[in-house]
Each structure stands twice: as structure tokens, then as C-alpha cells.
T-cell receptor, first 110, second 114 residues
């Protein structure tokens, strides 16, 4: 079962930062937080993952709270192509499977 | 990032026939691959874990005799939907895990059973 809670949908203006929250209050100490997104009728695309430190790559930034009970994915300058369903998943490294929750449908508007 | 391919991208078959879907990791070796299915407007549901050289592990409620999985090499896993029925119509997605445990997904296969 999914161990995360995300808002079902969010809107964002093109060019602005998109901040997608995720609650994972039952996360254990050795579970990672992964973010994927799924554009309509395609397979999910890996975005970023982290354990406790904030992470940044060419696509996004991941901010994890100090108690690790929640995180935020930040797309710094959203474009129309970022419209997708974003999934936040927690998983033990080198062990467990992915169980997808409902995700957040991000609508980027011109 | 790493690339995972699926073939075919879409398939239409008649009820009672079997359909094979291939999943390949193109630029890395994957000892573990996964199969998911996704119904319209729903999230991905894990069906089974495919391990190279051993039997697949199925999630609860997934019929192993209906969804045959073979992981014959480090770059190829196949899913065969046997005796397909209209209720098996769905979007089937595979994924492969690389050496640093990042999971990459294929583009999906849309199966329609008439």
C-alpha cells in the first residue's frame, strides 16, 4: 500500500515555480523518497530521490523536512510540458517495490 | 537517464488469444524488472516482480497462470497475457532497476481485447 498522501490536483502559472507537497508521516529511517511523473499515456519518468538531505538536479529540487515526515518537489520554472501526474513514493533502498498512490495532477497554465 | 523499451506499444487481440509484451533495458543490465497495469484515470498497480533466472513473484490477487512472466536475460523480461478477455484491456507498463537502484519505466503497452 502507498505510504504517501498528496493533493489530487494543483495549478501553476507557466514560468512560475511549482511546489508539490507530499506527506509521508510513517516513513522509516532507511526509506528513501522518490518522485516520478507520468505524462498522459506514457510510462512514469524518474525525477529525483533523496533520503534526508535536500537534493537538486537538472529537473527539480527535493526538499525534505528535518523530521522527514513530509517533502516538497520544486519545479523552478514550470512549462506547459510539465503538465503531468506527479507521484511521491517511499521505498527502502535496495529492497522494496514501488507502490504508487494517487499522485498530484499538476496543471501548468499559460 | 537509462532507457527501457516496450514492444509492442499497442496491440488489439481477440478474446481467447494470448498476447506477449516485451520489456528491454537498452543501456544497462537489470536483474530485477517489474510489471504494472493501469486502468483509465487510475494509478499504476504493481502486478509482479520479475527476477532474472528465477520465478516471478506476483502481488496478491494477480493470477500467475494468466499473466506469465519470463526474465530470460539481464535485459529482457516478457509478460504473456494468456486467454485474454475484454477485462484484461489495460495499459501495461514495465520497469527495470539499475545498479544504483533507480527504477526506470518503459513507455507502456496499450492492450485492447475485443
Amino acid at each position: 500500500d502507498a505510504k504517501t498522501t498528496q493533493p489530487p490536483s494543483m495549478d501553476c502559472a507557466e514560468g512560475r515555480a511549482a511546489n508539490l507537497p507530499c506527506n509521508h508521516s510513517t516513513i522509516s529511517g532507511n526509506e528513501y523518497v522518490y518522485w516520478y511523473r507520468q505524462i498522459h499515456s506514457q510510462g512514469p519518468q524518474y525525477i529525483i530521490h533523496g533520503l534526508k538531505n535536500n537534493e537538486t538536479n537538472e529537473m527539480a529540487s527535493l526538499i525534505i523536512t528535518e523530521d522527514r515526515k513530509s517533502s516538497t518537489l520544486i519545479l523552478p520554472h514550470a512549462t506547459l510540458r510539465d503538465t503531468a501526474v506527479y507521484y511521491c513514493i517511499v521505498r527502502l533502498y535496495n529492497f522494496n517495490k514501488f507502490y504508487f498512490g494517487s499522485g498530484t495532477k499538476l496543471n501548468v497554465k499559460p | 537517464g537509462a532507457v527501457v523499451s516496450q514492444h509492442p506499444s499497442w496491440v488489439i487481440c481477440k478474446s481467447g488469444t494470448s498476447v506477449k509484451i516485451e520489456c528491454r533495458s537498452l543501456d544497462f543490465q537489470a536483474t530485477t524488472m517489474f510489471w504494472y497495469r493501469q486502468f483509465p484515470k487510475q494509478s499504476l498497480m504493481l502486478m509482479a516482480t520479475s527476477n532474472e533466472g528465477s520465478k516471478a513473484t506476483y502481488e496478491q490477487g494477480v493470477e500467475k497462470d494468466k499473466f506469465l512472466i519470463n526474465h530470460a536475460s539481464l535485459t529482457l523480461s516478457t509478460l504473456t497475457v494468456t486467454s485474454a478477455h475484454p477485462e484484461d484491456s489495460s495499459f501495461y507498463i514495465c520497469s527495470a532497476r539499475d545498479q544504483v537502484e533507480t527504477e526506470y519505466f518503459g513507455p507502456g503497452t496499450r492492450l485492447t481485447v475485443t
